[in-house]
């Protein structure tokens, strides 16, 4: 088994709930993993891969929901995405609120400078990402 292959498997059993999601051909959200941390706390995680070189820094904008609740909570958080390399794998972590209720997290990649965003392939008229919601 080549290093890269036991890099993949070691990954893979990381990622509880895999996406598998190409946006643009530069990144492919590779899924995530959700888990308590005590008393109304948990942490997600979101993998990606790089898939091409990025010459900009991209925003990644996360959004919670909270069920019974109006609006969302913004978690976003700017990624060094200017200094992925092609083919690697990139984690990201939030501690986040997590009371008894159900949440819901919907993120995506963009540029506020130019407002520019990744599209997804699968669905080109959509840049979200929506994880729908967890208990």
Same mark, same amino acid.
């Given at each position: 088994m080549t290093r890269l292959a036991r890099v993949?498997?070691?990954?893979g059993s990381l990622v509880e709930q895999r996406l598998g999601i190409n946006l643009d051909d @530069?990144?492919?959200?590779?899924?995530?993993?959700?888990r308590r941390q005590g008393e109304g706390q948990a942490?997600?995680?979101l993998y990606f891969?790089?898939?091409?070189?990025?010459?900009?820094?991209?925003t990644l904008w996360l959004h919670r929901y909270r069920?019974?609740?109006?609006?969302?909570?913004n978690l976003d958080r700017r990624l060094g995405t200017s200094r992925w390399r092609p083919g690697r794998?990139?984690?990201e972590r939030w501690s986040v609120p997590l009371g008894e209720e159900k949440v819901r997290f919907v993120f995506g990649l963009w540029r506020w400078e130019d407002g520019?965003?990744?599209?997804? @392939?699968?669905?080109?008229?959509?840049h979200e990402i929506d994880l729908g919601w967890i208990e």
């Open positions: 993949e498997e070691m990954v @530069k990144v492919e959200v590779v899924g995530y993993t959700l942490e997600l995680r891969r790089a898939l091409s070189a990025m010459a900009e820094d991209y069920e019974g609740v109006e609006g969302f909570e794998m990139y984690e520019s965003r990744l599209w997804r @392939k699968d669905a080109p008229q959509e």
